[in-house]
């Protein structure tokens, strides 16, 4: 039994307009959503405002300990400050959990209308269609792509606002405490950022690359299963495991490329962020031992920590 002649792989479509129809899935959660943003606005305030404690604690505490170990009134303000820093982290870490476990709710119900509405259009569609695509590559769009989607609406959409919130803030933080290291700053995690952004250009292509040939060998799979017997009949076996073959190695090379682009990423944006925090503590600490732009050590700390916070939304 002949495998049915595949489809034409269709170029990707706008991925602005993709994105736009799949929000419009999930219009009528707008209250939910809303209650999102501010789950991970507050997550992000939380984040920042846990940081420039660390400031107070080293200026205002600490350091006069250091000279004044004995001063009981400076201990109760040290634990005091203390209690409110995990208070705050702790209010995060509860709109963290929040916001995730509204999300995981929305991109199940969206899943299920996604998946409804196509099994719908469907039964619509002329003979002609099942005709040019296999059964296998129609089944991959009901499992492995609306998996992606699910994954991309409950993860990366919030992660992504949550990200975009994050920058405005800590970016307002740093430019309070120190406007001239701030600007070296941005101009590190710019070189991230057109990094990062030629990887992920070169990643996408394999990646819908990968799905194409998933849908493939998924198919091919199914046709062979379906006409087992008509191939060993035919004594077929070897044709069909040498095509199986060629599909199959299609999809590992896709799939392997797309990887090792993707895991490359986050080694490569680590180490400049690392290098950035190096020269970042040099710089500030040279400034802040010669006492210059009002610098503290505590003022140092703090910012050090806003860096890191700033690298990991990018």
Same mark, same amino acid.
Request: net charge positive; glycine share 6%.
């Given at each position: 039994?002949?495998?049915?002649?595949?489809?034409?792989?269709?170029?990707?479509?706008?991925?602005?307009?993709?994105?736009?129809?799949?929000?419009?899935?999930?219009?009528?959660?707008?209250?939910?959503?809303? !209650?999102?943003?501010?789950? =991970?606005?507050?997550?992000? %305030?939380?984040?920042?405002?846990?940081?420039?404690? *660390?400031? &107070? /604690?080293?200026?205002?505490?600490?350091?006069?300990?250091?000279?004044?170990?004995?001063?009981?009134?400076?201990?109760?303000?040290?634990?005091?400050?203390?209690?409110?820093?995990?208070?705050?982290?702790?209010?995060?870490?509860?709109?963290?959990?929040?916001?995730?476990?509204?999300?995981?709710?929305?991109?199940?119900?969206?899943?299920?209308?996604?998946?409804?509405?196509?099994?719908?259009?469907?039964?619509?569609?002329?003979?002609?269609?099942?005709?040019?695509?296999?059964?296998?590559?129609?089944?991959?769009?009901?499992?492995?792509?609306?998996?992606?989607?699910?994954?991309?609406?409950?993860?990366?959409?919030?992660?992504?606002?949550?990200?975009?919130?994050?920058?405005?803030?800590? !970016?307002?933080?740093?430019? =309070?405490?120190?406007?001239? %290291?701030?600007?070296?700053?941005?101009?590190?995690? *710019?070189? &991230? /950022?057109?990094?990062?952004?030629?990887?992920?250009?070169?990643?996408?292509?394999?990646?819908?690359?990968?799905?194409?040939?998933?849908?493939?060998?998924?198919?091919?799979?199914?046709?062979?299963?379906?006409?087992?017997?008509?191939?060993?009949?035919?004594?077929?076996?070897?044709?069909?495991?040498?095509?199986?073959?060629?599909?199959?190695?299609?999809?590992?090379?896709?799939?392997?490329?797309?990887?090792?682009?993707?895991?490359?990423?986050?080694?490569?944006?680590?180490?400049?962020?690392?290098?950035?925090?190096?020269?970042?503590?040099?710089?500030?600490?040279?400034?802040?031992?010669?006492?210059?732009?009002?610098?503290?050590?505590?003022?140092?700390?703090?910012?050090?920590?806003?860096?890191?916070?700033?690298?990991?939304?990018?």
């Amino acid at each position: 039994m002949p495998p049915r002649k595949q489809g034409p792989m269709q170029k990707p479509k706008n991925a602005f307009g993709a994105f736009k129809r799949i929000l419009s899935y999930m219009a009528e959660y707008k209250a939910l959503l809303l !209650l999102v943003v501010v789950f =991970i606005i507050c997550s992000s %305030l939380a984040n920042v405002i846990g940081t420039s404690f *660390l400031q &107070k /604690i080293i200026d205002n505490y600490l350091t006069p300990l250091i000279k004044d170990s004995g001063n009981a009134e400076l201990y109760r303000g040290f634990m005091a400050v203390l209690g409110q820093m995990m208070l705050v982290y702790v209010i995060g870490a509860l709109c963290t959990f929040g916001y995730s476990r509204i999300m995981l709710n929305i991109s199940t119900k969206t899943l299920f209308k996604i998946r409804t509405d196509l099994f719908t259009h469907m039964e619509t569609l002329p003979i002609k269609y099942f005709d040019t695509h296999t059964h296998g590559d129609i089944m991959s769009l009901y499992t492995n792509d609306t998996d992606t989607l699910r994954q991309m609406i409950s993860q990366s959409i919030p992660e992504l606002c949550r990200s975009l919130i994050s920058i405005v803030i800590v !970016l307002s933080s740093m430019i =309070i405490m120190s406007p001239m %290291l701030t600007v070296i700053a941005i101009l590190c995690n *710019l070189l &991230k /950022i057109y990094v990062s952004g030629k990887i992920a250009g070169q990643s996408r292509k394999f990646f819908i690359e990968r799905q194409r040939s998933l849908g493939d060998v998924n198919g091919y799979i199914e046709e062979m299963i379906n006409g087992q017997k008509v191939v060993q009949v035919f004594c077929h076996e070897e044709k069909a495991k040498e095509k199986f073959d060629e599909k199959n190695e299609n999809l590992f090379s896709a799939a392997s490329t797309a990887d090792k682009l993707a895991n490359m990423m986050m080694p490569v944006i680590a180490n400049i962020g690392q290098i950035t925090y190096v020269f970042m503590a040099i710089l500030g600490g040279a400034l802040a031992i010669n006492g210059a732009f009002g610098l503290t050590l505590g003022t140092i700390v703090s910012f050090l920590q806003l860096t890191r916070n700033l690298n990991m939304p990018i």
